[in-house]
Nanobody, 119 residues
């Protein structure tokens, strides 16, 4: 499975941004998708995840502001980020796995995309 993320950049606080992640390869293996982010000097943290059944979970810090979604026809997942804050500035990664996200981290990863929120 290959994941290709896109959509990062610079946005002002309060603004919105949508990240995309296109999947290719053995996508039939995937039954859970998600987005992580990494702050400088910190470990990656889960932002949002979604199972094949459509159940989504979010980190408390992004609940009500971020929305994860997927387009099965296009084999693409999205992260819609609204009301962005400077503390959302991080490198964002899309991820996927079979049989749920394994511990400590999912198996398949896209390349990171930088999101910078200016105050």
């Amino acid at each position: 499975v290959q994941l290709q993320a896109s959509g990062g950049g610079l946005v002002q606080a309060g603004g919105s941004m949508r990240l995309s992640c296109a999947a290719s390869g053995s996508i039939f293996l995937i039954n859970e998708i998600g987005w992580y982010r990494q702050f400088p000097g910190k470990q990656r943290e889960l932002v949002a995840r979604m199972t094949n059944s459509g159940t989504a979970n979010y980190a408390d810090s992004v609940k009500g502001r971020f929305t994860i979604s997927r387009d099965n026809k296009e084999n693409t997942m999205f992260l819609q980020m609204n009301s962005l804050k400077p503390e959302d500035t991080a490198v964002y990664y899309c991820a996927a796995d079979a049989d749920g996200f394994r511990i400590p981290l999912p198996y398949f990863w896209g390349q990171g995309t930088q999101v910078t929120v200016s105050s």
